[in-house]
């Protein structure tokens, strides 16, 4: 199994306050920000930093499991190539490509990496891909969007730029976003990648964000984006199988195992049929708890 990634913490690429701050934050994945967080007028200082800070962030704490990312802007905007040819050194982990419309948005980011990698001294093909799905015409065409290109790690719902794309408001409780917010996680699956939640913006409300963060694992969701970094904690244990769920997939193995040594296939386990689908659940858990390195 791939290192999951369950958490992404955004850093605006202009600020080096956040981005020395960022060295010590627990998250999966640093998303060093070019796109929304930053101003117009500091995008190209932007550019240079997240140039500079990537390897530092890369190196500097965070646990043997930390990548760094960088988010670039839409290729509508015509800052995208720029910031690629300033961004992409070794240390990069990849790049997640914002407001991505198509198929075609991906690709093109696949070639611009692809031209790239070499003079950069990077292995042909190892920069990752995270687009966001956050238009109408994203949503619909996540699946292939996810297929796009195997650089694809994960796709990313933005719930912000999706209710703006669709004219309508955004409110606290999401029921406007809650049909799309339920089909990333499926075209992801479809896809074979991961799928992202967008980030809990109301970052002082850490019971507001627990329940939002286990309604996206109910859904399919493997990871979340954080905006602030009070919300790692509840995001990476959210995302993690917890103790009680290890504990009961290793009894489910072990009594299927059992079973299936005495030629049964099936069993009761705490008054609950326990087949083939519960057993095949049982071992998915056990091996993410393995690759995020808790399965102890
Ligand atoms: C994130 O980028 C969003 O638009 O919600
Ligand atoms: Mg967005």
Redesign the pocket.
Known sequence: MMQPIRSLIFVPGNRAGMLERARSFDADVIMVDLE?SVPLGEKGNARDMAREWVPVLRDGGGGAGRRVMVRVNSLDTGLTRAELERVVAPGLYGVSL?KVESVRDVRTLDGLLSALEPAAGLEAGSLRIIP?I?TAKAVWDARAIAEASPRVAAIAF????FTNDMGIERSDGGDEVAVPRAMVPVAARAGEVGALD??FVRFRDPDALRDDARRARRMGYTGKFAIHPAQLEIINETFSPSAEEIEYARRVVEAWDAAEAAGRGSLALDGRMIDVPVVKRAQNLLALADAIGQAG
Do not use: N
């Open positions: 929304d914002g966001w956050e933005g719930a912000e730029d967008s980030p």
